[in-house]
């Protein structure tokens, strides 16, 4: 099992370069220069050179990109262009809110999820299941940023039983994770449904049945045990990209996310905090993916023995 | 009020022209950010059109001593030593304070300095005052002044105050009398002194964190001391009790980075927030009718425009802009996207509201057979294609939209680009576009100092002079009106320089726009101020 | 074990058993109401796509500023926008462009991603090893900042968009090729078809890629809706298509301007965007239903 876990922590490097790769490059051939978005409109050309010269702009690609390597390699993720703030101290700040709201709107979608989902494959083709994973779709078919607005409208604004914007504290957390939870809520029921639905059709259901276990049981003990595999990847998955990619939510919430940041960042071209800011995203993306699937061995016997 | 303002202005001047398509007009095009607007205030005359609720006898002072304020755009730091983002001064304007500020009529008055005086034609001396402290209790002196001015002189981040002041004519005779030299003789120095570009911050206090440090936790002489920045969300300060004048009655302001111009407008009407600044003009009607918000207008500083790129071949021909000048409905464009209510007419370059405006000049009224005739004379009859490069948002989106169907009457095609901010200002400081829109705010309240980086040659592709105008007559007057100092004389030649630029048609005028603020029924005292540097200490609530 | 004998069999006799197969699909996605309800769905989005010229009352970019931000009415069924265009007009002519968006990003991915899986898959080894880390890297990048930094890269408009989401996708179909590849690689009418001398593409083409359909053609239906629900994305942060086109995401991110004094400039395209995705997804789930073999009862 530790061979295993080391094994896949170092595959994770040749990986991190990659994405270091694709994020320099892409930002390095993306047109606009970050020295006009951070001098404004009074600057003289002078200032801009000067700019340039102390951001370390003027290097060739491979130039820019050993120096970001081998800084990197020190730990040194580089410094913000407008706040002049360690990129590491940037993503500290903005991480946890991400953090926070991706465990919320994942403990949402899983209860909404799970709950939909086993009701509906046990209950298959029945009006229940008709209706659970219509709402469900519903729920997956929204835009989100209109989605969001209209919760705001709804709970903030006419109810007035939740505050509208900001991160203050845990009430704040509702309408931005009902946001996102809901449209990840279709995708775990569905997934859920679909291997409840595989695994109540097996012999060994059957044979629970057989032994005149009651229905409640046989689901909680035996299908649900082994539906439970596609269903964590799938929350495997939707959390890590939640933790950069719900960038329209927060927006629309002002929630000082890692997403929002970056966004930004990618705006006015401040290529440290983007760099840093992605690679911190793929990093958590992939490490979660890695306790997926040593989760995988405590719920699966046959999978643990794989990991050899 | 024009008149009012015209005597006003004599003095004043100050170019903190936050000009063109970069940083200003990113925040002002999406609706978003207030573009300095002018004002006079304690009541609703100059300017203020739809003033703040005023206290009547009945109403109770709250014991409410919280205000939170939304703006759409996070500052990048707090040190004045950084570029000029309306909001991001505003902030520094509660923290520190500089050596003369505008009073309510815009004329330089004393604030650090308590006088002032002219020397002789290059060099200025002012007292300042001997009882005022830091926050953390130093006495601010000259040597703090001097510093302050050398440290935006030797800056690199696009601060350009100190540009015109001679780095090496700084004196400090003694504590309280500060010295400056101006290079040339300049006729903005008392504006420019009253800028929050040119803010007085500790030496000591700088030196010990440095510059980086300093700009998340700056410590000033102003009337709110800094408590905490939470990136993203909010900047806190608090009512400094040591202020060696009239204190804040509000005992802490917390500045909110709300970046959705919708979710600020919700969180308003919903009492998260008790003022928004850069109210969406969409919004107006809605959070005047509502009973629980108050809608303040006052008339701004700040023009919108669309700038041919004279230096591009389709547009050298003065004919060819003149006639799509004529093609071009300005008045619909106005309304629809700025707001019937929330701007005005553009008449010409200088906002009504500065000293020098004249509304004399002959406008290019929408006429397409004048605009077939001009293109027929210019040998661009069969129709051409123009390249229109903008911020990508849905009031410049609608801009474009408008402006693409009217030039088809004339057989000109429009095609869109819009762009992204980073990618948009490298563009246009390249001078690579045909045509763009824009917006310029004159916040050192000075028509002559924004005209110069707008017009002038030598301001060529700079960030303030998108239509990249080069005529010799233009700049023979600019020139002049910077050594000037006779504010009547100046006011005569900025009318001269709108006449020459009008003729040359590097503009489309479409809008001046207001300054829309939105601020929840119970808050009482807000004063609207010309260059949006709002001063939150009269602020207070009622029950 | 029947595989083999499809195989050794005369190819006709394995053509007959292909279009019972199919026949088999249709006939249990024909049972499950609610992929019958996307389907129809979807018959009404692609109508409207095709017929649009006809059916709309209006020129979807004609501009009427004295009735702009009109609500709905007998003139207008669905109101007018923030510059006078009929919004039922442009709906219409907005479906074509989400149905583009929506094949042409999926189409794109799904070609890259099964033939870069199929490679994977077959070859193995190294080969396999790089391109299964490249897929790793994509997907370990939240798909939106990818699209973002793609558009940026590449600049605004219908196309780039198309390819920005197209890319952000590929790991996906590659994936799933790769793992039915591996899966149909070992068994014995892929031996059998190599020992009687077939070539490589050959076996991929007719062999594998048939047998590995169900989970491509399910994966890209579903995905056909995430596509068009990006592009709303993209147009909300600015970097969408070119106006004046009648996209669905513009409308809808433009309209929140007017949210709420003139609600029907973001209803009317946030439904008809929730319309198309409702019914991709419908279809998706009938589709894995009625091909997955082990749900036949």
């Known amino acids: 099992m530790l061979k295993y876990i080391g094994r896949r922590l170092l595959m994770m490097i040749p990986v991190m370069l990659g994405v270091i790769l694709i994020v320099f490059t892409l930002m390095y051939i993306t047109p606009g220069d970050p020295v006009d978005t951070l001098l404004g409109d009074d600057a003289t050309p002078e200032m801009a050179e000067q700019l340039r010269e102390e951001l370390g ?7 820019r990109l050993g120096k970001y390597l081998v800084n990197l390699a020190h730990g040194d993720l580089g410094i913000c262009y407008s706040t002049k703030q360690p990129v590491m101290d940037r993503i500290i700040q903005t991480f946890p809110n991400s953090l926070k709201l991706a465990g919320c709107s994942v403990l949402l979608s899983v209860a909404i999820g799970l709950t939909l989902g086993i009701v509906s494959a046990v209950k298959q083709y029945s009006l229940f299941d008709n209706i659970a994973m219509t709402l469900a779709m519903i729920g997956n078919a929204m835009p989100n940023f209109w989605q969001g607005l209209l919760l705001m409208l709804l709970f903030a604004l006419h109810w007035k039983i939740l505050p509208a914007s900001g991160f ?37 259901i059957t044979t629970a049945e057989a032994k005149g276990q009651t229905e409640l049981k046989i689901i909680i003990f035996h299908a649900l045990k082994n539906a439970l595999i596609p269903v964590i990847t799938t929350i495997g998955i939707q959390f890590g990209h939640l933790l950069g990619g719900a960038v329209l939510t927060e927006s629309i919430f002002a929630v000082p996310g890692v997403g929002k940041m970056m966004v930004d960042a990618i705006k006015a071209r401040n290529y440290p905090v983007v760099q840093g800011g992605v690679l911190m995203v793929a990093l958590t993306f992939s490490l979660v993916n890695l306790a997926v699937d040593i989760l995988y061995a405590f719920v699966d016997p046959r999978i643990r023995s794989q990991y050899k | 009020m024009k008149k009012r303002f015209l005597s006003l202005s004599l003095a004043l001047c100050m170019v903190l022209t936050a000009c063109g398509s970069g940083g200003e007009e990113k925040q002002t ?7 300095p607007s002018e004002t006079s205030s304690e009541s609703a005359s100059a300017g203020v059109e739809k003033g703040p609720v005023q206290t009547s006898d009945t109403e109770k002072v709250s014991s409410k ?39 309510e009529n815009m004329e330089p008055s004393p604030c650090l300095a308590e006088s002032w005086e002219q ?15 830091f926050h953390n209790g130093d006495p601010l002196t000259s040597k703090d002044v001097k510093f302050s001015f050398l440290r935006v002189g030797n800056g690199t981040l696009g601060n350009d105050a100190a540009t015109q002041f001679d780095p090496n004519g700084y004196e400090t005779p003694d504590d309280y009398t500060f010295i400056l030299k101006t290079l040339e003789p300049w006729a903005f120095t008392e504006a420019q002194v009253c800028s929050e570009a040119l803010s007085i911050v ?11 440090a300093f700009g998340r936790a700056p410590v000033g002489s102003g009337a709110y001391k800094f408590v905490s920045w939470t990136a993203g969300d909010n900047i806190t300060v608090e009512r400094n009790d040591e202020y060696w004048r009239d204190k804040s009655i509000l005992k802490t302001i917390k500045f909110r980075i709300i970046t959705e111009a919708a979710s600020r407008t919700i969180d308003l009407e919903s009492g998260g927030v008790d003022i928004t600044l850069g109210l969406p003009t969409t919004d107006a009607d809605r959070i005047e009718e509502n009973p629980d918000t108050q809608l303040i207008v006052s008339t701004g500083a700040t023009d919108r425009y669309i700038a041919f790129n004279c230096q591009k071949d389709v547009f050298k021909d003065k004919r060819v802009r003149q006639a799509l000048n004529y093609a071009t409905d300005k008045e619909s464009i106005r309304v629809v996207c700025y707001g019937e209510n929330t701007s005005e007419t553009m008449d010409s370059v200088v906002p009504s509201t500065l000293p020098g405006h004249i509304s004399s000049l002959k406008q290019y009224d929408y006429d397409i057979e004048k605009a077939k005739e001009l293109l027929k004379e210019a040998g661009m009859e069969n129709g051409f294609e123009v390249e229109f490069m903008y911020l990508a948002n849905s009031t410049n989106n609608m801009l474009a939209e408008l402006l693409q169907q009217m030039w088809s009457q004339v057989g000109v095609t429009l095609v869109l680009k819009p762009t992204e901010s980073g990618a948009l200002t490298t563009s246009l400081n390249k001078g690579e576009q045909e045509l763009c829109c824009a917006g310029t705010s004159y916040s050192l309240f000075e028509a002559g100092a924004g005209l110069y980086n707008m017009f002038h040659t030598e301001r060529m592709y700079s960030g303030s002079a998108r239509s990249n105008l080069s005529s010799p007559e233009v700049d023979k007057v600019l020139d002049e009106i910077n050594i000037t100092s006779d504010a009547e004389k100046r006011a005569e030649l900025v009318g001269q320089a709108q006449e020459l630029i009008h003729e040359e048609s590097p503009f489309i005028y479409i809008a001046f726009t207001k300054n829309i603020i939105g601020a929840g029924s119970k808050v009482r005292g807000f004063v609207p101020t010309p260059t949006a540097m709002y001063d939150f200490r009269t602020v207070y609530f009622v029950e | 074990m029947e595989k083999t004998k499809d195989l050794t069999s005369s190819s006709e006799a394995g053509s007959i058993k292909k279009r019972s197969q199919v026949k088999e699909v249709w006939r249990r996605f024909c049972r499950n109401k609610q992929a019958m309800v996307g389907m129809c769905m979807l018959l009404l989005l692609i109508f409207a796509a095709i017929f649009a010229d006809i059916i709309a009352p209006y020129d979807p970019v004609e501009q009427d500023i004295i009735n702009r931000l009109k609500p709905p009415s007998s003139a207008h069924w669905f109101g007018t926008d923030e510059l006078g265009r009929d919004i039922f007009s ?15 990003a999926v189409g794109l991915s799904s070609i890259v991603g099964c033939a870069l899986g199929a490679i994977a898959g077959y070859y193995g080894g190294v080969l396999d090893n790089i391109i299964m880390r490249c897929t790793d890297v994509l997907m370990a990048i939240p798909s939106i900042l990818l699209n973002i930094s793609i558009v940026a890269a590449l600049g605004t408009g219908l196309q780039n968009v198309m390819i920005a989401i197209g890319i952000s996708s590929v790991p996906a179909y590659c994936r799933i090729m790769r793992a039915s590849l591996l899966s149909l690689k070992e068994q014995e009418f892929v031996d059998a078809s190599r020992a009687a001398g077939a070539s490589d593409v050959h076996i991929i083409i007719h062999h594998i890629l048939p047998n590995s359909l169900a989970p491509l053609i399910v994966q890209a239906t579903l995905k056909i809706g995430g596509a068009i629900l990006s592009c709303a994305s993209m147009s909300f942060i600015g970097l969408g298509i070119v106006p004046p086109t009648p996209e669905w995401g513009a409308m809808l991110s433009t309209g929140r301007d007017f949210l709420r004094d003139a609600p029907h400039l973001t209803a009317f395209p946030g439904m008809a965007i929730m319309f198309a995705v409702f ?11 009625a091909l997955d073999p082990k749900l036949k009862n």
Do not use: C, H
């Open chain 2, 29 to 35: 095009t999406d609706g978003s950010s207030p573009a």
């Open chain 3, 279 to 289: 019914a991709m997804n419908l279809m998706g789930d009938g589709l894995r239903d």
């Open chain 3, 90 to 104: 442009r709906i219409l002519y907005g479906s074509r462009i989400s149905l583009t968006v929506g094949l042409i």
């Open chain 1, 168 to 204: 203050d504290g845990w009430t704040y957390m509702i309408l931005p994770a009902i946001t996102i939870g809901t449209s990840s809520a279709a995708a775990v029921a569905r997934m859920t449904r679909s291997s409840m639905l595989e695994v109540i059709r097996q012999d060994y």
């Open chain 1, 57 to 63: 702009l003027n290097g060739t690609y491979i130039e």
């Open chain 2, 202 to 212: 500790p030496e000591k206090v700088v030196t010990e964190m440095g510059d980086d």
């Open chain 2, 65 to 103: 001593d919280t205000l939170v304020v939304a703006f759409d755009r996070e500052p990048a730091t707090l040190d004045p030593l950084g570029n000029n983002v309306t909001v991001k001064r505003m902030i520094e304007g509660s923290i520190f304070d500089t050596l003369l500020e505008f009073n």
């Open chain 2, 119 to 133: 020397i002789d034609e290059l060099t200025w001396k002012f007292n300042l005052r001997k009882d005022v402290k």
